[in-house]
């Protein structure tokens, strides 16, 4: 049984950091596309960043140049440092990761972790 559980997250105020961990367990033979997606009240889900296996990253426009996505393949960890928080930053946030286990190829998610920017 494969489990993603995320830490980090909380309450700061605009223009801070902070920063998100992901760590999947289990049965993992490969890992591969790794992300982050964010959930504001009332809007939809959207992708925030993603990593690939090779380390090649995406953001989201509203991201880049204050978001840093990154891995630890050992760990088995995506991790997420978001520095110049804004208010609009405020969303639950979920790690998404795709990979393969004793099923085969399969999409897991995180439980979500609440980042909330407010003076």
């Known amino acids: 049984q494969v489990q993603l559980v995320e830490s980090g997250g909380g309450l700061v105020q605009p223009g801070e950091s902070l920063g998100v961990s992901c760590a999947a367990s289990?049965?993992?033979?490969?890992?591969?596309?790794m992300g982050w997606y964010r959930q504001a009240p009332g809007k939809q889900r959207e992708l925030v960043a993603a990593i690939t296996s090779g380390g090649n990253t995406n953001y989201a426009e509203s991201v880049k140049g204050r978001f840093t996505i990154s891995r630890d393949n050992a760990r088995k960890t995506v991790y997420l440092q978001m520095n110049s928080l804004k208010p609009e930053d405020t969303a639950v946030y979920y790690c998404?990761?795709?990979?393969?286990?004793?099923?085969?190829?399969?999409?897991?998610w995180g439980q979500g972790t609440q980042v909330t920017v407010s003076s």
């Open positions: 289990g049965t993992i033979f490969g890992i591969y596309l």
């Open positions: 998404n990761v795709n990979l393969v286990g004793t099923g085969g190829f399969a999409d897991y």
